[in-house]
Each structure stands twice: as structure tokens, then as C-alpha cells.
């Protein structure tokens, strides 16, 4: 009698434990997301080089309308930020600004000119390492090709003197990565502009 209850009484152990390592070895091992594939994070800093002056030759922002600064680019879209250099446009990133991944973060506002109805479609490059530029309009995912729709504006103003002439406006981000030269440029379904520019600190 003692010797069948022994043995049950193994038996059980023996079972419990086979159970227990079962479970054990069926929970699943948690996997660590991997860090690399997730986005750097922005951070600040300053874009210390100054624009080369060695970039090619291209116009200047001319005045556009008085409701804001002078546009780089010709009818129906400009891009009001960038200032006059002796061989052309030239893109200043002052002071301490946001860096991402895509580069230094400059504020760029977009305009179309009134009563114009057509998408346009936006581009820009590194001239000397031949890298797209990234863009971000508004509150959208940045891009590397963006499009600007009147029927969408990113802002609206109002034109007090002239209502009927309002300019759809798009404040956005234009991504430079270093000092260097580069090229914007612009099409509609009628023409097309492409315009080199110098960027670096200022």
C-alpha cells in the first residue's frame, strides 16, 4: 500500500513538473522593437557655414505684392523668404533652429497668385550631391514632392483694399541640410520654373 502511494505520489511530480516546463517553454519571448528603425529625434542647432558664393548664377526675389515679402519664382507661384546675392538667391538659416532627420528646418511661405486654379507641383535638389530636397506644407507628412492646391490653401488672408485679389498662401518648412547650392523649382499644367539658390548660416 505504501509503496503504490509512493509511487502515485511520484507519478504526480513527475506530471507537474512536465506541465510546468510545457508552459514555461510556450510563452512567447517578447521582442524588443529595434531602435534603429525608428526616426532621430530633432534636436537644435545652427547652421554655422555661410552660403558659397560659388553657386550658379539665377534671379533675385522681385516684388510681388505688398501684402508680403519678395517672391523667388515668376507667375502663378513664388517663395517668399529668400533674400538678393550678388549671383542670386540666396537662403539664410539664422540663428538656432530644429534639425531632423531631413535637415535644418526654414520657414518658407508659398504663394499663388488670384483667381489661379491649377495644382502646382513642387521640387528641389542638392546641386552637388544631386539629393532631393524634402518639403513640409502645413501640417502634412514631409515629402519630397509636394503639391499646392488653390482650392486648399494653407492660410487665408484677407485683402481689405482688393478682396478679389487675394493670394492663396502655404506657410511651410524647407528642409537644408548643409551649406551648399541647390535648385527649386515649380510646374503647373502651363509652364514651369527652375531656380538655383545658395543656402548656408547667416
Known amino acids: 500500500m505504501g509503496k503504490r502511494t509512493n509511487l502515485c505520489l511520484a507519478l504526480s511530480v513527475s506530471l507537474l513538473a512536465a506541465c510546468s516546463s510545457t508552459t514555461q517553454a510556450a510563452k512567447p519571448t517578447p521582442t524588443p522593437s529595434p531602435a534603429a528603425s525608428a526616426a532621430p529625434r530633432p534636436t537644435v542647432g545652427r547652421l ?26 515668376q507667375a502663378p507661384v513664388w517663395a517668399v523668404t529668400f533674400s538678393s546675392g550678388a549671383r542670386g538667391a540666396i537662403l539664410l538659416v539664422q540663428g538656432e533652429v530644429t534639425l531632423g532627420e531631413h535637415g535644418y528646418y526654414q520657414k518658407v511661405l508659398w504663394v499663388i497668385q488670384p483667381s489661379y486654379g491649377h495644382s502646382v507641383h513642387l521640387s528641389g535638389s542638392d546641386s552637388d550631391r544631386a539629393a532631393p530636397l524634402w518639403f513640409q506644407i502645413g501640417d502634412q507628412a514631409p515629402t519630397t514632392a509636394p503639391v499646392l492646391d488653390p482650392s486648399h490653401p494653407g492660410a487665408y488672408p484677407y485683402n481689405p483694399a482688393n478682396p478679389d485679389q487675394v493670394f492663396a498662401y502655404y506657410p511651410s518648412y524647407l528642409f537644408i541640410p548643409h551649406a551648399g547650392c541647390y535648385v527649386l523649382e515649380a510646374s503647373w499644367p502651363e509652364g514651369h520654373w527652375r531656380i538655383p539658390f545658395a543656402a548656408g548660416g547667416g
Open 48 to 73: 554655422v557655414e555661410p552660403p558659397p558664393t560659388s553657386c550658379p548664377a539665377g534671379p533675385n526675389p522681385q516684388t510681388v505684392s505688398p501684402d508680403f515679402g519678395p517672391g523667388l519664382g
